[in-house]
């Protein structure tokens, strides 16, 4: 394989406190300091006047369906719609058909990953034996098949004895545990956020007291074993102040937040549209600040997309019957630099850092840097070029998307995955 | 002012002249319900598809026989025999009812938000009947209009609404028509099924029953809907009766003149008296006879037609 030469980009690398306008050079799949004169010549060079370099983007939180739910994604469309996003390595969960609770099945998706794959993609394994909170899956064996962390996400564990018993079994591997944070009793049959919107649409309510009361159990069960958990989609003021205050006690706890929490709120939901809909919902403005001030100061650890396909028909149904999620990866960036940068006044180099080493580091992968010596994992992107976003003609099999036909500023140009070339704007 | 809606989906959406205009249109109607021959040609040729999917009895009747009045014909769409049991989706077997060449469609569900789905989807008028906890907009009508018939103008009336109002599409909509009339609104009964969050519609909220029904016009008492609650929102329906259930004292309490309503079902003995359900007072079964004329209006002008037009159409 050729060098790679990229030229005059905007280099912004927060891992290694880089932002200047340089130049990035790759050779055998990883970041060099330098070319030969003999290698630049022959480079395959980049010109990237006007773009952002930034480190391959890092998703911690995507469904990608299989096995078992191929009609909404597979592991290819979930991983080119990945690049599209400028996402390079991403994390998917284990709530497949069936859940990803024993090393059979993570064998099965890593051989599609290596088969299918257009970036790099890391499973997660259950905590639980078919997701359903009963009895632990053999975590140290699906740690052994290659799991990055456990998670029941969609299934937070109600038994506080079991998440106990998770925390500590996983601890002894080094495994974050993550939680997608609900006391199913006070959610039953919950669609949307429990407030003056519900109540004015006479739509079943999730209160926000469902998600602290989880947030708050997980901390004291971290602070009383010392195990990692991960909060998923934090999506209420209060949690965010929970949070605030466990990590100012030193819990080894993290969270993340997702684009939409921060960028919509439970009003969007007057016409009862299911491209609203998920789980956790979108809660009041108060909420969206919170977590925005979260992200700011470092409470919240990182953004990731909860990126979570459903076919028209799936979605195409009475609000209360259509599925929850909505897609993510191919608007995450634009959504995530419209609110945070122009809206919030976060610098980009901050929002990076939210996107790429942050998580990453979080689950201690070896990605979301440009150091020299690190794969040649590259977003390029224009922040201020302004597009409009066609779901259906997007990567993922799926297209329920809330941003669908809406103009987004901040558009990937190309995608690079060890150097190769994993989407390029124009070049589908 | 000309009728111009297509589809009637919630009495939020109505401006105040709207709701007139169809108050006045019932009028007009419930005069020849009065006489021996009470069908008028209005919908003649129309077919109206009642497509109830959650269990209806006086709702029903009362489109099937409002549309009867009206001349349309009439095709019921029996949930438990059909294709929705086999898994069809809604927009399917909707589609397929507008393929059927319905004129209209009156829709039941126990999922909010379904109408208007299905108004974006149709190119014939949708007419809610009642959606989950949402609107029931032909209720609030038939209510208000009861109401005007015994007070007048509503304007400055005291109305305290009496029991589960959290899971009460009846609510809601009265609610709106009262507000948009000028009516003081006044939600009462236990925390748990009156949350503060409804002052956000312009209603006050109560947990004091005395306070509630001191002086008010009208107390409308909505059922204690059990089989929603799973029995978490208050301890038991005796405390309910015991709390606030409505009795001769409580009745004492009302403005001597006020009325008393309720949309049914009633629960004899749980929420009201079964002696003040059949007393003097109570408008209950007025209510029914009403919910027929105001139901002709909503069928009458959402299929096109005008309000001045009613009495000439009639003769």
Redesign the interface.
């Known amino acids: 394989m050729p060098a790679l030469w990229i030229r005059n980009a905007r280099v912004i690398d927060p891992a290694s406190k880089r932002d200047g306008t340089g130049d990035l050079f790759v050779r055998d799949g990883r970041l060099v300091a330098r070319l030969s004169p003999a290698e630049r010549k022959r480079a395959r060079k980049i010109e990237a006047k006007g773009l952002v370099a930034a480190p391959g983007l890092v998703d911690i939180h995507v469904h990608f369906r299989e096995p078992g739910q191929t009609h909404k994604e597979t592991i290819g469309s979930g991983t080119r719609a990945a690049a599209a996003g400028g996402f390079t390595t991403v994390v998917c969960m284990p709530n497949t058909s069936p859940p990803a609770d024993n090393a059979g099945t993570i064998q099965y998706i890593l051989d599609a990953v290596r088969r299918d794959a257009v970036v790099k993609v890391l499973p997660t394994g259950c905590i639980t034996i078919g997701m359903k909170g009963e009895t632990l899956a053999p975590i140290g064996s699906l740690k052994r098949a290659g799991v990055v962390a456990i998670t029941d996400d969609g299934d937070c564990v109600q038994s506080n004895e079991l998440m106990r018993r998770a925390a500590e079994y996983a601890r002894m591997f080094d495994l974050p545990v993550m939680d997608h944070c609900q006391d199913h009793s006070m959610t039953?049959g919950a669609v949307m956020n429990e407030?003056?919107v519900s109540?004015?649409?006479?739509?079943?309510g999730w209160p926000n007291a469902a998600e602290d009361l989880i947030v708050s159990r997980n901390v004291i069960i971290s602070a009383y074993t010392g195990a990692h958990i991960h909060m998923q989609h934090i999506s209420s003021a209060r949690s965010v102040e929970i949070m605030r205050r466990a990590k100012a006690d030193g819990v080894r706890v993290t969270a993340e937040a997702t684009p939409h929490h921060i960028a919509l709120t439970d009003a969007a939901l007057s016409?009862?549209d299911t491209h609203f809909k998920m789980n956790p919902p979108l809660r009041t403005e108060a909420d969206r600040q919170a977590i925005i001030a979260g992200l700011r100061d470092g409470t919240l650890d990182c953004v990731a997309t909860d990126h979570a396909p459903h076919t028209d028909?799936e979605k195409?149904?009475?609000?209360?019957?259509a599925p929850n999620g909505i897609l993510g990866l191919e608007t995450a960036l634009a959504v995530t630099l419209d609110v945070l940068v122009r809206q919030n006044r976060f610098r980009l180099s901050h929002v990076i850092d939210l996107m790429t080493a942050k998580p990453a580091a979080l689950l201690g992968l070896p990605a979301g840097t440009l150091a020299e010596g690190a794969a040649a994992d590259v977003c390029l992107f224009d922040p201020e070029e302004t597009w409009t976003y066609n779901a259906k003609a997007g990567a993922s099999k799926s297209s329920n998307s809330p941003w669908s036909g809406q103009t987004l500023r901040g558009r990937v140009h190309a995608t690079l995955v060890d150097g190769r070339i994993a989407f390029a704007l124009g070049a589908s | 002012m000309t009728w111009t809606r297509r589809h009637l989906i919630t009495i939020?959406e109505l401006s105040l002249l709207e709701i007139e205009q169809i108050h006045s249109t019932a009028a007009a109607f419930k005069k020849i319900l009065g006489r021996s021959v009470k069908k008028v040609p209005a919908l003649r040729g129309k077919t109206i598809v009642n497509l109830f999917l959650e269990p209806s009895t006086r709702t029903r009747m009362a489109f099937d026989m409002a549309a009867k009045r009206l001349s349309a014909d009439v095709i019921a769409f029996d949930a438990a025999s059909s294709s929705t049991q086999k898994g069809e989706?809604?927009?399917d077997t909707a589609e397929n009812i507008q393929a059927l060449n319905a004129d209209m469609i009156v829709i039941r569900?126990?999922?909010?938000?379904?109408p208007?789905?299905l108004s974006k989807i149709l190119d014939i008028p949708v007419i809610n009947a009642g959606?989950?906890?949402?609107?029931h907009p032909t209720q609030g009508l038939l209510d208000t209009f009861t109401m005007k018939e015994h007070l007048g103008s509503l304007k400055g009336r005291k109305v305290a609404i009496l029991g589960d109002i959290?899971f009460s599409?009846v609510a809601?909509s009265n609610i709106h028509a009262l507000r948009k009339m000028g009516a003081d609104v006044t939600l009462v009964g236990p925390s748990t099924l009156v949350?503060h969050?409804?002052t956000?519609?312009g209603a006050r909220v109560s947990h004091d029953l005395k306070s509630a029904l001191a002086d008010a016009d009208v107390v409308m008492l909505l059922r204690i809907q059990h089989e929603r609650q799973?029995h978490r929102h208050f301890p038991s329906l005796g405390e309910y009766t015991s709390m606030f259930g409505l009795n001769k004292t409580r009745a004492s309490w009302l403005n001597p003149k006020a009325i008393i309503m309720h949309p049914g079902p009633i629960n004899r003995g749980v929420e009201i008296d079964s002696e003040l359900a059949d007393g003097e007072r109570s408008v209950i079964l007025e209510q029914v006879t009403n919910g027929i004329a105001v139901r002709m209006a909503v069928l009458y002008l959402c299929a096109g037609n005008q309000p001045e037009h009613v009495i000439s159409s009639t003769q």
């Open positions: 039953e407030g003056d109540i004015r649409l006479g739509l079943r016409t009862y028909y195409d149904k009475e609000f209360d019957y | 939020e989706t809604l927009r569900h126990a999922a909010a938000g379904s208007l789905y959606d989950g906890s949402h609107e959290l599409r809601r949350p969050g409804f956000a519609l799973g």
